[in-house]
Antibody, heavy 122, light 107 residues
């Protein structure tokens, strides 16, 4: 079955750019939507954005000015960049597959990666 | 933005009993609602989508109901592994949003 694994630095300095990669195994990244979700420690879940394997994206307006999600089909990976981070961006970042019906996104997340904690601190 | 409100924030139930968790949307989301279970240190797991369709491999003791703005997740006979935090998520609007979660604790 499809498995997802996040990777990237666990510590980022304020004002710098957070960069994470999600590697998809057990299946192709093609023909699906892929998403990033984050969870601050002890808090709830926030959708960051999603990308179609073709490169089409959709972002949460609250983060849109700072977020970029990209896809590399040759490596079966997709990536997240979040610029100008502050301590408020400290969270566990999850990647997940976003459901779809053909090329139309439908809206739930399954499966998820295990998550990676990113701390923003100097 | 559609705001999802879950109640109660925490719920204490004995093993073997029924648990009923609620999720309310600030405007209609039709049946475009999902439920997730999250255990400590783990990623959320999809339980229900389309308000009432169980995801693959989810036991029949989990059931979802509702439409519009009011939704319910029912766990018919609690097992020890069911004690966790449960989140609802709406996807009627392209800006999908989650509830704040209900923590289900052992009584």
């Amino acid at each position: 079955q499809v498995q997802l694994q996040e990777s990237g630095p666990g510590l980022v300095k304020p004002s710098e750019t957070l960069s994470l990669t999600c590697t998809v195994s057990g299946g192709s990244i093609s023909n699906y939507y892929w998403s990033w979700i984050r969870q601050p420690p002890g808090k709830g879940l926030e959708w960051i954005g999603y990308i179609y394997y073709t490169g089409s994206t959709n972002y949460n307006p609250s983060l849109k000015s700072r977020v970029a999600i990209s896809v590399d089909t040759s490596k079966n990976q997709f990536s997240l960049k979040l610029s100008s981070v502050t301590p408020a961006d400290t969270a566990v970042y999850y990647c997940a597959r976003y459901s779809s019906s053909g090329w139309l996104p439908t809206g739930w997340f399954d499966p998820w990666g295990q998550g990676t904690l990113v701390t923003v601190a100097s | 933005e559609i705001v999802m409100t879950q109640s109660p924030a925490s719920l204490s139930v004995s093993p073997g009993e029924r648990a009923t968790l609620s999720c309310r949307a600030s405007q209609s989301v039709s049946s475009k609602l999902a439920w997730y279970q999250q255990k400590p240190g783990q990623a959320p797991r999809l339980l229900i989508y389309g308000a009432s369709t169980r995801a693959t491999g989810i036991p029949a003791r989990f059931s979802g109901s509702g439409s519009g703005t009011e939704f319910t997740l029912t766990i018919s006979s609690l097992q020890s592994e069911d004690f966790a935090v449960y989140y609802c998520q709406q996807y009627n609007n392209w800006l999908q949003t989650f509830g704040q979660g209900t923590k289900l604790e052992i009584k």
